[in-house]
Structures are given as structure tokens and as C-alpha cells.
């Protein structure tokens, strides 16, 4: 929301009666967000209430760090407020039975990794995780974003669990390849990416520097690959379009998630199809929809 603004948010309207429900059972909730700003607004509401609260980011001192994650384990503060990458690894915060999400990260992983810190040793309760939502905003676009990269994630893994096993044709390709294969800018800037070969049958037509072909496994992944770009590239049209004013790309990375790479990459893209335009002035770069 936009300071001043005396329009209400949705979400936190939600998220207050969430979790007045939750303290009134008796539960405790890690809330994250990867806005400091959202943070600050969910501060103002609770101090406006009888629910006590912690708060952790990445300016917390580790010393300071230590003492809250004491406090929270010895004490019964419902609610403990903390920003996504400051506290999302290298903490145990067992003493909660909840963890909220009050905005999607562009990777699932990181999510995860920020719900574990209730999933440690020395668990001994059942964790519900809750992830905020607002319909029809970017948000909805980054979850379809997390949907590839889970796809993209099973795909390298085989069904025990460990990562896929490539044939000895395969390997031997890519020690000998020559550099014949077809390269993609995009597919590179969108890691992970494989790209397989291996050697032609005998019979099977050639030319002057040979014949190769994509594994089966290569070509599901590559395929897997360029459905998660045009979702990106659908997000980042959409976050562009979001603003009235042409948008930075700190502030476009900001609203996707997106690696400085792969933004550029989309950007490149959207650009080519004539559907995103840049300017540069003292500010640096900036880009509007056309």
C-alpha cells in the first residue's frame, strides 16, 4: 500500500484474524515475508493488539539473533516475525506449530527451507504451513512459476529419491562433444538446463561433422525449461505493466524474484516481441510495456 493510503489490505485483514484464532488455541506461528515494509505493517497492527511478538531481520546482530531464538524456544510469544532470508536457514525454531507465508518467494525451495526451521529435532508437534495468496495479482503468477520448477526438479531426480543416472553413451557424448550442439542464451540463463547427445546409429544419415541426436530425458527437461521462461516472462510483462511509471530493474526483480541474469534474459525477450521497451537516463535503465 502506498503511504497515506487509507485503503485496507486484504491480506493483512486475513492474516490478523488468522492469527487471533491461532493464540486463542494456543498455537505458535513463524510468520515470514521477504518485504522488511510488509513486516513493518504487520508490527503496527499487532502492537495495536495484545499479541506479543518477536521480530528478526537481516539486521538483527547474531548476537540478538541468539537471544530471540532463546526467547522463542523458553518463551510463549504467539507470533514470531521474521524477514525470509535473513531467518529462512540456519535457525531452530521448534516451539511453533505454524508457519505462515505472507508472500511468495520465486523459489519453492527457499520457502521450504524457511518451513523447516519448525521441522528440526526436537519437533514433537505437527507443522501446518499457510501461504498468502492475493487472487489476481502477481502472486498467482509466481506460484504457476513454483509449479515448473517443482516439475523441473522431479524431472532431474529419479524415483528413489537420487539424482537421475545418464547411460554410458550419454556421458561419453558429453566428454566428446565438439560443440555441435545447438546452443540457447535462454536456456542458459534459466538454469538448470541439459542438453544431451549421443552418437549416431550406424546407417543413420550424416554430414561433414557428423550426426547427433537429444536424448529422450534431455528434450523433457529442455521442455520442462521453456515452459518455466514463458512463465517468467509472463510475470515479468505483468510486474511491468504494474506500474504507472517505467520500472527499474531492481524493482522488477523485487516483485518476480528473479536473478539479475534471468531478468535480463526475459527482458531481452519481451523486448524482441516488441511487448517491453528501455530507457536510460542519470537513474540507469528503465523499462515500460508498450
Same mark, same amino acid.
Given at each position: 500500500?502506498?503511504?497515506?493510503?487509507?485503503?485496507?489490505?486484504?491480506?493483512?485483514?486475513?492474516?490478523?484474524?488468522?492469527?487471533?484464532?491461532?493464540?486463542?488455541?494456543?498455537?505458535?506461528?513463524?510468520?515470514?515475508?521477504?518485504?522488511? *515494509? +510488509? /513486516? =513493518?505493517?504487520?508490527?503496527?497492527?499487532?502492537?495495536?493488539?495484545?499479541? &506479543?511478538?518477536?521480530?528478526?531481520?537481516? $539486521?538483527?546482530?547474531?548476537?540478538?539473533?541468539?537471544?530471540?531464538?532463546?526467547?522463542?524456544?523458553?518463551?510463549?510469544?504467539?507470533?514470531?516475525?521474521?524477514?525470509?532470508?535473513?531467518?529462512?536457514?540456519?535457525?531452530?525454531?521448534?516451539?511453533?506449530?505454524?508457519?505462515?507465508?505472507?508472500?511468495?518467494?520465486?523459489?519453492?525451495?527457499?520457502?521450504?527451507?524457511?518451513?523447516?526451521?519448525?521441522?528440526?529435532?526436537?519437533?514433537?508437534?505437527?507443522?501446518t504451513v499457510v501461504r498468502?495468496?492475493?487472487?489476481?495479482?502477481?502472486?498467482?503468477?509466481?506460484?504457476?512459476?513454483?509449479?515448473?520448477?517443482?516439475?523441473?526438479?522431479? *524431472? +532431474? /531426480? =529419479?524415483?528413489?529419491?537420487?539424482?537421475?543416472?545418464?547411460?554410458?553413451? &550419454?556421458?561419453?557424448a558429453l566428454l566428446e $562433444?565438439?560443440?555441435?550442439?545447438?546452443?540457447?542464451?535462454?536456456?542458459?540463463?534459466?538454469?538448470?538446463?541439459?542438453?544431451?547427445?549421443?552418437?549416431?546409429?550406424?546407417?543413420?544419415?550424416?554430414?561433414?561433422?557428423?550426426?547427433?541426436?537429444?536424448?529422450?530425458?534431455?528434450?523433457?527437461?529442455?521442455?520442462?525449461t521453456a515452459q518455466g521462461?514463458?512463465?517468467?516472462?509472463?510475470?515479468?510483462?505483468?510486474?511491468?505493466?504494474?506500474?504507472?511509471?517505467?520500472?527499474?530493474?531492481?524493482?522488477?526483480?523485487?516483485?518476480?524474484?528473479?536473478?539479475?541474469?534471468?531478468?535480463?534474459?526475459?527482458?531481452?525477450?519481451?523486448?524482441?516481441?516488441? /511487448?517491453?521497451?528501455?530507457?536510460?537516463?542519470?537513474?540507469?535503465?528503465?523499462?515500460?510495456?508498450?
Amino acid at each position: 500500500m502506498e503511504e497515506g493510503s487509507r485503503a485496507t489490505s486484504s491480506k493483512l485483514e486475513s492474516f490478523m484474524e488468522l492469527v487471533t484464532e491461532l493464540h486463542a488455541e494456543g498455537h505458535r506461528a513463524l510468520v515470514f515475508s521477504q518485504f522488511t *515494509g +510488509l /513486516l =513493518a505493517l504487520v508490527r503496527e497492527r499487532l502492537d495495536a493488539t495484545t499479541l &506479543e511478538h518477536l521480530y528478526l531481520d537481516g $539486521s538483527t546482530p547474531a548476537k540478538r539473533r541468539a537471544e530471540l531464538v532463546e526467547r522463542w524456544q523458553t518463551g510463549d510469544a504467539p507470533l514470531f516475525l521474521i524477514s525470509l532470508k535473513a531467518g529462512g536457514t540456519g535457525l531452530n525454531l521448534t516451539a511453533a506449530d505454524y508457519v505462515l507465508h505472507l508472500d511468495p518467494w520465486w523459489n519453492p525451495a527457499v520457502e521450504d527451507q524457511a518451513s523447516d526451521r519448525a521441522h528440526r529435532i526436537g519437533q514433537d508437534k505437527p507443522v501446518t504451513v499457510v501461504r498468502f495468496v492475493s487472487q489476481g495479482t502477481i502472486e498467482q503468477a509466481v506460484l504457476e512459476l513454483h509449479e515448473q520448477k517443482r516439475a523441473l526438479a522431479e *524431472g +532431474l /531426480l =529419479a524415483s528413489d529419491g537420487g539424482v537421475t543416472r545418464f547411460s554410458p553413451e &550419454e556421458l561419453m557424448a558429453l566428454l566428446e $562433444s565438439d560443440g555441435d550442439v545447438e546452443r540457447d542464451e535462454d536456456v542458459a540463463a534459466s538454469r538448470p538446463a541439459v542438453a544431451c547427445v549421443v552418437p549416431a546409429k550406424k546407417g543413420a544419415k550424416t554430414t561433414k561433422r557428423g550426426t547427433t541426436r537429444t536424448s529422450p530425458r534431455a528434450r523433457a527437461i529442455n521442455t520442462r525449461t521453456a515452459q518455466g521462461r514463458q512463465e517468467y516472462d509472463r510475470a515479468v510483462l505483468e510486474a511491468v505493466r504494474s506500474f504507472d511509471h517505467p520500472a527499474s530493474a531492481a524493482e522488477l526483480r523485487e516483485l518476480t524474484g528473479g536473478t539479475p541474469l534471468q531478468l535480463r534474459a526475459s527482458l531481452s525477450r519481451l523486448g524482441t516481441e516488441g /511487448l517491453v521497451t528501455c530507457r536510460g537516463n542519470a537513474r540507469g535503465t528503465r523499462y515500460r510495456a508498450t
